[in-house]
């Protein structure tokens, strides 16, 4: 019914009926309502919203709850069934979240999130966010650098028409920006930056013992997503 509403531009009824009736769908059923639920507060605007529904799903992921505890699930895209890993889930929501910031001008942390997500499970459309968050900092060197790793076909994605002619034009905006710039300014190591990072990785909550091994491997991530 949700979906329904959605295609008919009915997302605030369709986010009210989420809610109203999602306490009568089975927990299996509750990760595809997050997801729904993801898509239409993106659609109308909801960012603030958006931002909590993507911090709670990955702190689910933290805790081990999420696939109901196994390391895949079985997705749907187009009519057809895949699997996908809790590794590339963590990146998807990454993604999201640093699109989300994005919307509310929170370059900074936009930054963090696109760099952890791309550590984790890198493709194209990542990168073109993530360099296009860097031209919104000024940042043109940094954002060069991103974006030419999609034309040099160094990320999943790359071959893609779309995704180098994205990285094309937003190259272009860099070439057409780029003022002459301090090396410090280059780094872009202010006060600051670095004071916005220390302040991320002290805010969440302490390692918990229960963890998938995927955070065994990014478990200073966890610091760095609760502002």
């Known amino acids: 019914m949700a979906v329904v509403m959605k295609q008919l531009d009915r997302t605030e009824e369709a986010i009210e009926a989420i809610k109203s009736f999602r306490g009568r769908c089975s927990k299996k059923a509750q990760d595809s309502l997050d ?6 507060y993106k659609k109308c605007g909801k960012v603030d919203e958006q931002i909590e529904l993507l911090k709670r799903k990955l702190r689910q992921i933290y805790q081990g709850e999420i696939f109901n505890g196994k390391p895949t699930k079985t997705a749907r895209s187009h009519g057809k069934k895949f699997q996908v890993s809790v590794k590339q889930e963590t990146a998807r929501l990454l993604g999201n979240l640093g699109w989300a910031y994005m919307q509310k001008s929170n370059y ?16 194209d459309n990542k990168a ?11 940042r043109y060197a ?31 905006e860099v070439e057409a920006m780029q003022p002459a710039m301090a090396s410090s ?22 390692a918990r013992s ?6 065994e491997e990014i478990s ?8």
């Not at 999943?156 to 034009?169: H, L």
């Not at 280059?186 to 969440?204: P, Q, R």
């Not at 200073?220 to 502002?227: G, I, K, T």
Request: proline share 4%.
């Open 35 to 40: 997801n729904v639920l993801i898509d239409l």
């Open 108 to 123: 900074l942390t936009a930054e963090v999130v696109y760099r952890k997500a791309q550590i984790i499970d890198p493709d």
């Open 128 to 138: 073109s966010n993530l360099g296009l968050c860097l031209i919104r900092q000024g």
């Open 142 to 172: 940094d954002a060069h650098s991103v974006l030419g790793e999609i034309l040099q076909g160094k990320l999943p994605g790359s071959e893609d028409c779309k995704a180098r002619k994205r990285a094309e034009e937003l190259l272009t």
């Open 185 to 206: 300014d280059l780094m872009g190591l202010d006060d600051d930056f670095v004071n916005g990072l220390e302040k991320l990785m002290n805010v969440w909550a302490p």
């Open 210 to 215: 229960k963890r998938l091994p995927i955070f």
């Open 220 to 227: 200073s991530f966890r610091d760095q997503l609760a502002c």
